[in-house]
């Protein structure tokens, strides 16, 4: 069973669009959550830590659901420059994060 | 925005030759890791450092990978006798604290053997 699961999509979407990932991870010990997104072969790069009571920074919204193991992200009115692949990154207890393979999101004028 | 650097941007080596990776980390930083992403696969963790000493290391940092902080700035990543299959991105990354402290990325050496 994959640690960290995240649909690969592509996720096509107008700009002014509402966008939500979803990820799931199959360790219940796990401890810190994050988003990180990854444009095409560059470095990820921290979008936001996800909390339990839920955060937002800006456009973006991040809830994490311990019961469910469930960590989602939802982009609201989105920019061309948010074209790039969001990774769904979990910290088990020590130092390793666990990336899931990513979600692509396509932003179109 | 201070940044982890890594040098050289890509490394193109021989089968069975050493390879050196470096890294700048964040300068106030405490913690430091190396990752590796095969093209069109996921980001995985090799080893973390701490204090002077490997803290956490995975299955695939075996004895052919070694790191080192040779001085106060520089954390290099050390490849014995590489294999094809070593050919990936190897990102630095470092990190104020360890655990649920985020953790920041180095734009990454592309390492390609022949």
């Known amino acids: 069973r994959k640690e960290v699961e995240q649909d690969p999509g592509p996720f096509n979407v107008p700009e002014g669009a509402t966008v939500a990932f979803n990820c799931t991870y199959s360790n219940s010990a796990s401890q810190s959550f994050f988003w990180y997104r990854q444009d095409c072969r560059k470095e990820p790069k921290l979008l936001m830590s996800?909390?339990?009571s839920g955060n937002e920074d800006g456009r973006f919204t991040a809830q994490l659901n311990r019961a469910s193991q469930y960590i989602s992200l939802l982009i609201r009115d989105s920019k061309l420059s948010d074209s790039a692949t969001y990774l769904c990154v979990v910290n088990l207890a020590g130092y390793a994060l666990n990336f899931g393979k990513g979600t692509s999101l396509l932003v179109t004028p | 925005e201070p940044e982890v650097t890594q040098t050289p941007s890509h490394q193109v080596t021989q089968m069975g030759q050493e390879v050196i990776l470096r890294c700048v980390p964040i300068?106030?930083?405490?913690?430091f890791y190396w990752y590796r992403q095969i093209l069109g696969q996921k980001v995985e963790f090799l080893v973390s450092f701490y204090n002077n000493e490997i803290s956490e290391k995975s299955e695939i940092f075996d004895d052919q990978f070694s790191v080192e902080r040779p001085d106060g700035s520089n954390f290099t990543l050390k490849i014995r006798s590489t294999k094809l299959e070593d050919s990936a991105m190897y990102f630095c990354a470092s990190s104020l604290g360890g655990g649920d402290q985020p953790q920041h990325f180095g734009d990454g050496t592309r390492l390609s053997i022949l």
């Open positions: 300068s106030n930083h405490l913690y």
């Open positions: 996800v909390y339990s």
